[in-house]
């Protein structure tokens, strides 16, 4: 009885000790994502984005390029009727051009919550300012990852939550989703690169005639 007992016990110190080391290392690898995440200077990346709304869905290739001092450059790639889009904040006014109209640019278009949440900037942002976030460890395309989540501000029924999934080995992010105040979503991002910290030229931000 007594040996029965004591294996008992060692049984559950093994159980503890392992689930305190798997704690320890989810702790570790949120950690070194958090530090990536706000060490973040600039980024660029490209990525397949499906933005969903009440008359069904539309899928695009975008680029994407963004400074911590809060610039963007958004570019459509795909469909071939949208390519070569794009949309300019400069840290002042933003910018939207096509080149299929004949007024290619306009100029001192009103800040587009929506548009501005697409940018990882912002969820960070978001993400530091919430109350009662998640954090969670996933299985996503074979590989492991960390998903933070965020409650987005200002009563947008359209953007009200988002989640980001980070690779844990990589530290680099891998979806990105937007959810409305029912829980569908919005906006879903899948990365295909994302470089951290990269130089990016002053021209790619700037606003021209």
């Not at 984005?49 to 795909?78: H, I, P, V, W």
């Not at 009727?81 to 100029?107: H, L, M, W």
């Not at 278009?109 to 993400?127: A, H, I, S």
């Not at 953007?159 to 992010?173: I, M």
Request: proline content about 2%; charged content about 25%.
């Amino acid at each position: 009885m007594k040996k029965a007992i004591c294996a008992l016990c060692i049984a559950c110190l093994s159980i503890a000790f392992v689930g305190c080391n798997k704690t320890i290392e989810e702790a570790t690898e949120m950690e070194k994502i958090q530090k990536q995440l706000n060490e973040m200077e600039t980024y660029q990346c490209s990525a397949t984005m499906e933005r969903f709304s009440n008359k069904g869905s539309n899928t695009y290739e975008t680029k994407q390029y963004f400074k911590a001092t809060g610039e963007y450059r958004l570019e459509l790639t795909a469909p071939e009727a949208v390519a070569g889009n794009y949309t300019i904040f400069d840290g002042q006014k933003i910018c939207q051009y096509n080149p299929r109209v004949s007024e290619k640019i306009i100029k001192e278009v009103p800040e587009n919550k929506q548009r501005n949440e697409l940018f990882l900037g912002q969820f960070m942002k978001n993400y530091m300012q919430s109350e009662g976030v998640s954090v969670e460890a996933a299985a996503l395309d074979e590989s492991r990852c960390t998903v933070l989540e965020a409650v987005i501000p200002g009563g947008n029924e359209y953007t009200a939550t988002e989640k980001l999934w980070v690779d844990n080995e990589t530290l680099k992010p891998v979806q990105f989703v937007i959810y409305d105040t029912k829980g569908n979503e919005t906006y879903h991002l899948n990365y295909h690169t994302f470089d951290y910290n990269v130089e990016l030229e002053d021209s790619l931000f700037k606003i021209t005639e």
